[in-house]
């Protein structure tokens, strides 16, 4: 799915199973409830309980995979998962479905869809039943007929619905016998709902008309709700697809339409070519009045898609999926496989979804003005759909086994996507960018990774909620980043043949992270550079949460000592853990910086845990201002540590020649220094000493990470006393590269970009000239009619709503009701969140609740409550409303609960923390739910952030 851009509403649920005899427990009774109390104490976040096992064993063992991980949540009886997954007695061949939506006349609410289904099975050991998943629709019993494939009727003996796994079961009369075809036909009818799941409607409004569409979202579990299927990745089958509509819209699918049929009451039928084999949850429909533009990639029909409104939006992203495919082709030397390619922007998506033939993304991500779009958007808009393409090969060509494997689909088209852009729009720089992207960047997700909330890359999974917890940013980002250090240590050339092999390996159907390390190995051994062990070295990376951190010692020149421990942003003794990895380590020096590095300068640290002493006298010494730089252009996923004396001779080079170290490396400089500062790894106030060099700091990739950073320590000291001297610290700093930088238009993508990010900062620390100059721009824009340039709108708009008047306000509320850009809303609606009078976010609120449509309502909200005003008003608000919210948004539940989640990370106080606790409990939300443990962990570590780090951050900005 889309590339990162997913709103991940709730963390995946933990479940901890200890499989061990408790000792001095004869009484079953006894043991079970010391079991009990064990589990509770670990899903409490205690998993250390489960060291105390005598005769532990935690494996993931099943019958799809050999790996063994003592981290991921493991198979047992405790629950029982057994009857989750399909029968394997039968698997389909070829699927038929004939849908007709029902979205032309009456009320939204009663809109619905009818369908049939013919599925051809092959049996594959006896059974008397077929199990199918079904969800949410009605079945026509009489309807449902079995056949042989001599065409012999077979007699049914009844059908059973299971709600709670979302079964179809058709019992038999007789035996069902392997290496027999059978014909399975059904119909059915199901509800059609605006909550982007399954088979759904969503609309867009042109003047005062509502105009209806009928799109699709299966992944992952979502075909059962709108046909009997088997929807398991690893079912696949070949589809032929025929959609019912009225003569004035149009339909889409994932191949191309081989014939239009007339039908009863005015309908007619699109009939499509068959597919290739393909899980069901790459199958598309959609039933719109689109319109598209089109271009040609190597003979393949490639067509962009869009309301008839946004049409001229389309053409950068023709131009962009037309490179991207190209590349892609190339790069893999393996053709598309489709007759076609089309890309679709609907109204109210969210993300991407790479079904095969017919990508399917929001608006906001593919659409590109450039009046309207800012730079920022284009290069989005460019990953986003590098993204999807890529998984044309990366999950469609070869799909998944199962979805505890999602790390694989997403880590590769994530990172082939920063890889692509890099390529076609090398301006850009992506690759370099990837450390700091907001998207899926390396520094994100490493803050993620290094919570007590986090979960291994590998993650067994079950049920339909647990898959969908998995599309997070540990499947996206952590697997681009150890996918990246695979790549790193292997070499590109091997790398890339590797990469062919496994996309085309016939000996295999479904993809496995151990079948990838096959590859990989077979490559190395066929080159004759198999150094070390891909399985034995990867899957330390895989079924172990969270990372490394790496402490560099240099106590003489030419000594070197490195060790490891597990880094984790809640200091504790992760010793308990035992969590040890193989770590590719590199590094380089004052003497000899930023040389290339090859296989044979990597230092390996070993899973055992032993320091690694390295004697060479052309190590420098920090006495002398010698530093040693770790991690070179942070290709690993750890970060380092070194002693006082190297951070000093770093910050030294920092302030006399920043360009001597590697722009990725100053960016992770400032990252680790204030990661590791925050977890209390090292003294706060060398993460200062990082930022003092700023003010001779040009670099777009250095500046984004310090923008990171100090958001949150911005958001914990802004209600201090000490945030004057926070303010006026990093004012200084800013003053003059806001000078230099500006906010005149640039024809260099990398300085627009900078501007972007630097008069933001300016702007947000009170830079008067930055201040001055944006709300002149905004009074002409007001006044004159002279537009605001895309790339500083944000900034703009905010400043102007800031220290402006209803006047402004009001304004802004008019180019919010014209815009028909949703980029464009949402920074509108963002901007007149940065209102600092009471009166206008009440308003705001109210409005939003009676004029906005749902999306932009819970975005007010949220926007509302990340400010330092707003959320106060945004809490008193939920408090008053919540039951009033619940019933407005009933098919958004989710997305209200994660509101509350955004609430929690701006609780900074014990008080305020029991009363989110109160308030929670008492809309239903108790200690064992999700939200409740995220949103309680979030304020508990901002608490904890200041008690840590508030006395000395005060005692170095009073010393300075």
Request: proline share 4%.
């Amino acid at each position: 799915m889309g590339v990162g851009v997913v709103v991940h509403y709730a963390s995946p649920p933990k479940s901890v199973e200890c499989q061990c005899e408790f000792p001095g427990y004869n009484d079953a009774s006894d043991q079970r409830s010391s079991m009990e109390f064990c589990e509770k104490l670990a899903t409490e976040g205690n998993a250390e309980i489960c060291n105390v096992c005598p005769e532990q064993r935690l494996s993931t063992e099943t019958s799809r995979t050999s790996t063994t991980t003592t981290d991921a949540n493991p198979t047992s009886p405790v629950p029982d998962y057994t009857g989750v997954f399909l029968p394997k007695s039968l698997r389909p061949i070829e699927y038929t479905l004939d849908v007709r939506p029902n979205i032309y006349t009456g009320n939204p609410g009663n809109f619905s869809f009818d369908g049939y289904v013919k599925i051809d099975m092959i049996c594959d050991s006896l059974t008397q039943n077929i199990t199918l998943h079904c969800k949410d629709l009605t079945i026509n019993d009489d309807s449902i007929s079995l056949q042989d494939s001599n065409g012999r009727n077979i007699a049914l003996e009844h059908t059973e619905i299971n709600t709670e796994m979302e079964f179809l079961i058709v019992y038999v009369n007789e035996t069902l016998v392997p290496t027999m075809m059978y014909v399975l036909e059904v119909r059915f009818s199901g509800p059609l709902l605006p909550d982007m799941a399954g088979l759904y409607y969503t609309s867009y409004q042109r003047g005062n008309d509502t105009i209806y569409l009928v799109s699709s979202l299966f992944s992952a579990t979502l075909a059962r709700k709108a046909f009997p299927c088997f929807d398991e990745p690893a079912m696949t089958a070949e589809f032929n697809i025929v959609l019912e509509r009225k003569p004035d819209l149009i339909s889409l699918s994932n191949m191309e339409i081989m014939a239009t049929e007339q039908r009863a009451d005015g309908y007619v039928a699109d009939i499509y070519k068959k597919s290739p084999k393909m899980p069901t949850y790459l199958l598309c429909l959609i039933i719109s009045d689109f319109q598209y533009t089109e271009t040609t990639v190597s003979g393949i029909p490639l067509k962009v898609w869009s309301r008839p409104e946004a049409i001229n939006q389309t053409f950068f992203a023709l131009e962009a999926g037309s490179k991207l495919l190209s590349y892609f082709e190339e790069l893999f030397n393996i053709s598309y496989m489709l007759p076609k390619l089309d890309m679709v922007a609907v109204p109210n998506y969210i993300g991407g979804m790479e079904n095969w033939g017919l990508i399917v993304f929001a608006e906001k991500l593919l659409l590109y003005e450039h009046s309207i779009s800012s730079e920022k958007d284009k290069q989005f808009a460019a990953m986003v759909i590098g993204h999807e393409i890529s998984h044309q090969w990366f999950g469609n060509l070869r799909s998944l086994a199962w979805w505890d494997d999602l790390w694989l689909n997403e880590g590769f088209a994530t990172l082939m996507g920063y890889y692509a852009v890099d390529a076609v729009y090398p301006n850009w720089k992506m690759v370099e960018q990837w450390v700091v992207d907001d998207a899926n960047g390396l520094h994100d997700v490493m803050k993620t990774d290094g919570q007590m909330t986090s979960r291994p890359l590998y993650y067994n999974v079950y049920l339909p909620h647990q898959i969908e917890g998995l599309f997070d940013p540990i499947s996206y980002a952590k697997g681009a980043a150890i996918i990246r250090m695979m790549r790193s240590f292997v070499g590109e050339d091997n790398f890339q043949q590797s990469l062919n092999s496994y996309l085309i390996d016939p000996s295999f159907s479904g993809a496995t992270h151990d079948r990838l390390w096959g590859s990989i190995e077979a490559q190395l051994s066929q080159s004759n550079s198999s150094v070390v062990d891909i399985k034995e070295v990867m899957d330390t990376w895989i079924l172990q949460k969270y990372y490394p951190v790496v402490t560099v010692s240099t106590p003489t020149a030419g000594k070197l000592i490195l060790s490891q421990k597990c880094f984790v942003e809640i200091l504790d003794d992760m010793s308990l853990y035992g969590y040890k990895w193989d770590i590719p380590f590199t590094f380089t020096t004052s003497d000899n910086p930023f040389t290339s590095i090859s296989y044979e300068d990597i230092v390996w640290l070993d899973k055992n845990g032993a320091e690694v002493v390295l004697i060479d006298d052309t190590l420098p010494s920090p006495d002398n201002d010698g530093w040693i730089v770790g991690n070179v252009l942070q290709n690993g996923y750890y970060r380092v540590n070194y002693g006082e004396s190297n951070w000093l001779a770093l910050i030294r080079q920092l302030k006399q020649n920043h360009t001597v170290i590697n722009s990725i490396n100053r960016a992770q400089i400032i990252n680790d220094a204030w990661s590791l500062a925050s977890a209390g790894y090292l003294n706060i106030g060398i993460a200062f000493k990082t930022l003092e060099y700023l003010t001779n700091e040009r670099d777009f990739v250095p500046w984004k990470a310090v923008s990171k950073e100090l958001k949150y320590v911005y958001k914990m000291l802004q209600d201090t006393p000490v945030f004057g001297k926070f303010q006026n610290f990093m004012r200084e700093r800013l003053q003059v590269v806001y000078t230099t930088v500006g906010m005149k238009e640039s024809s260099d993508a990398l300085t627009t970009l900078q501007q972007g990010v630097i008069s933001e900062e300016a702007c947000t620390y009170g830079v008067q000239s930055c201040v001055d100059t944006s709300r002149d721009i905004f009074h002409k824009w007001m006044t004159q009619n002279e537009k605001v340039r895309p790339d500083i709108r944000s900034t703009v708009y905010c400043v102007g709503i800031r220290h402006g008047n209803e006047q402004e306000f009001d304004f802004l509320l008019k180019q919010f009701a014209l815009s028909d850009n949703e980029g464009e809303e949402m920074r509108i609606l963002k901007a007149l969140t940065c209102t600092e009078k009471i009166w206008m976010i009440n308003r705001l609120l109210d409005l939003s609740s009676k004029s906005f449509g749902v999306y932009n309502a819970l975005r007010t909200i949220m926007y509302n409550q990340q400010t330092q005003l707003g959320r106060y008003v945004v809490w008193d608000y939920l408090r008053s409303h919540w039951d009033e919210l619940k019933n407005r948004y009933s098919s958004f539940i989710p997305i209200l609960h994660y509101i509350l989640e955004v609430y929690a990370e701006q609780v900074k106080t014990d008080e305020d923390l029991e009363q989110l606790k109160i308030f929670l409990r008492n809309v239903g939300l108790d200690t064992t739910s999700s939200t409740y443990q995220t949103s309680v962990t979030k304020a508990t570590a901002n608490i904890e952030w200041i008690q840590k780090h508030y006395g000395e951050i005060t005692t170095w900005l009073t010393e300075q």
